[in-house]
């Protein structure tokens, strides 16, 4: 405690899992397994979606970007994270936790705003497809996403600086595995009222707009297949919105309950769990989801595994 007592008044003590010894240890295992799962299926979808001639549409532009997006979400917070459950080092310091709070608000904002993009272009890709290149032209993709992380990051400055200036008074105990915004606000020794009203307006925008707008899409999406005499074509197009679908599904039930809940209804062990599969499994499942139900995507990943023997062969061949 004594060494706590010193890092704490220049940094932040992250607690964690810390009264818990044995689970610690078998979640540093977990952790770095699913991380290890969210470094290779991201990449490989990636590579395999710019290499592939086929896949140079704005669902795989999109796509691209969630995943690139998940990597840099993971790696922001995990590395931290195992430092922290594999030894009794449990501190983090001032500016490291800022920037790793920072981060955590712009790139989990993001992937709101991004899932509703990738809802409009399935929307335009399905309710009007001989319009569909014309609307969805590279200039307007990258327009979309410019605005998503600009907005993103406006959302993450305001919050967190509103967050950072809040009095401690001292405390900087954190019972949590990482910088969280509603564990930060927690340790404030003044009426937060103002923070949480602020955190629950933005999360209007943020989280319950962009939900609005996908079960819009999916609406006119539904009527759309619904109408179509094609069997083969309703098949195809709830393939192609499915794992959308399903990815909206666990990502929003997660970050719903998490963050638009009064602030005493959950447990403090299930407030952390919850983060845990919103911060780890979420990013390691979302490449399995995209390519199990894709076929155009198994086959690119297909041409990618080729390529990779190729070089191997290569490279035995040199030495």
């Excluded at 290890?36 to 796509?63: E, K, R």
């Excluded at 899932?115 to 993709?141: E, G, Q």
């Excluded at 609406?219 to 197009?237: D, E, F, H, P």
């Excluded at 499942?285 to 191997?312: C, E, G, S």
Aim: hydrophobic fraction near 45%; charge should be positive.
């Amino acid at each position: 405690m004594d060494q706590w007592n010193y890092t704490s008044q220049y940094g932040f003590i992250l607690l964690g899992f810390s009264d818990h010894p044995q689970l610690e240890m078998i979640l540093s295992g977990i952790v770095t397994i699913f991380y290890l799962i969210t470094l290779v299926g991201n990449t490989a979808i990636i590579l395999a979606s710019l290499l592939d001639a086929n896949l140079q549409t704005p669902m795989y532009f999109f796509l691209r970007n969630l995943s690139f997006l998940d990597l840099c979400f993971t790696t922001s917070i995990i590395p931290q994270m195992l430092v922290n459950l594999w030894g009794p080092d449990k501190t983090i310091g001032y500016i490291g936790c800022a920037i790793q709070l920072y981060v955590y608000m712009w790139l989990g904002s993001i992937e709101c705003l991004l899932l509703a993009v990738m809802s409009y272009d399935r929307f335009t890709a399905i309710c009007k497809p001989l319009h569909y290149s014309v609307i969805m032209n590279p200039h307007l993709c990258l327009k979309m996403i410019i605005v998503v992380w600009s907005i993103s990051l406006a959302n993450s400055v305001v919050l967190c600086t509103l967050t950072l200036n809040l009095p401690r008074c001292g405390n900087n105990v954190l019972d949590h595995f990482l910088c969280e915004l509603p564990a930060m606000v927690k340790l404030a020794c003044i009426d937060t009222t103002t923070v949480e009203m602020s955190v629950f307006a933005l999360g209007i925008v943020i989280v319950i707009t962009p939900l609005i707008l996908i079960l819009i899409s999916y609406g006119y999406i539904a009527k759309t297949v619904l109408r179509m005499k094609s069997k083969a074509g309703q098949r195809k197009a709830m393939n192609t919105c499915g794992s959308h679908l399903t990815v909206v599904s666990i990502f929003y039930g997660t970050i719903i309950y998490m963050y638009l809940q009064p602030g005493n209804s959950a447990s403090k062990d299930q407030g952390k769990f919850l983060t845990l599969f919103y911060t780890i499994i979420t990013p390691s499942l979302n490449p399995l989801i995209y390519t199990l139900r894709n076929k155009d995507m198994k086959n690119a990943l297909k041409k990618l595994m080729r390529l990779d023997q190729v070089f191997i062969k290569s490279k035995r061949n040199c030495k």
